[in-house]
Nanobody, 124 residues
Framework: QVQLVESGGGLVQAGGSLRLSCAAS????????MAWFRQASGKEREFVAV????????VYADSVKGRFTISRDNAKNTVYLQMNSLKPEDTAVYYC?????????????????WGQGTQVTVSS
C-alpha cells in the first residue's frame, strides 16, 4: 500500500516556474515507477511524465518535453516535477501516481496508487 500527497501547486504567470512534490508513504518507494498526470477542467486526465524504478528511464509528453523534468529522491520518498516556461495551457490539477511496474505507462488505468492532486494555474 502506498499513500501519495502532492504539494507545490499555485498561481504563476506565463513563463514562470513551479516545482511540484509528491511524498509517498511506505518503505518500498524505490521500487515504484512514478508518474505525473494532469487534468484540465472538462478534459480527460492526461500523461505528463514518468520515471521507472528499474533504470530511472524518463519519458515526457510532447507538450511538456524540454520544459518539465521529473526526478525522485528515494531517501526522502519523494518525486518531483520541475515545471519551467509555464504556459496557460498547463493549467490543470496535477496528480502523481505510483505502480510497481517495470516499464513506463501512459494510461491512467495502469497505475494503482494516486494522490489527491494539486492545482496549477498559469495566467497569461
Amino acid at each position: 500500500q502506498v499513500q501519495l500527497v502532492e504539494s507545490g501547486g499555485g498561481l504563476v504567470q506565463a513563463g514562470g516556474s513551479l516545482r511540484l512534490s509528491c511524498a509517498a508513504s511506505g518503505r518500498t518507494f524505490s521500487r515504484y515507477t512514478m508518474a505525473w498526470f494532469r487534468q484540465a477542467s472538462g478534459k480527460e486526465r492526461e500523461f505528463v511524465a514518468v520515471e521507472t524504478w528499474t533504470d530511472h528511464r524518463t519519458v515526457y509528453a510532447d507538450s511538456v518535453k524540454g520544459r518539465f523534468t521529473i526526478s525522485r529522491d528515494n531517501a526522502k520518498n519523494t518525486v518531483y516535477l520541475q515545471m519551467n516556461s509555464l504556459k496557460p495551457e498547463d493549467t490543470a490539477v496535477y496528480y502523481c501516481a505510483a505502480d510497481a511496474r517495470f516499464n513506463p505507462a501512459y494510461n491512467p488505468g495502469a497505475y494503482d496508487y494516486w494522490g489527491q492532486g494539486t492545482q496549477v494555474t498559469v495566467s497569461s
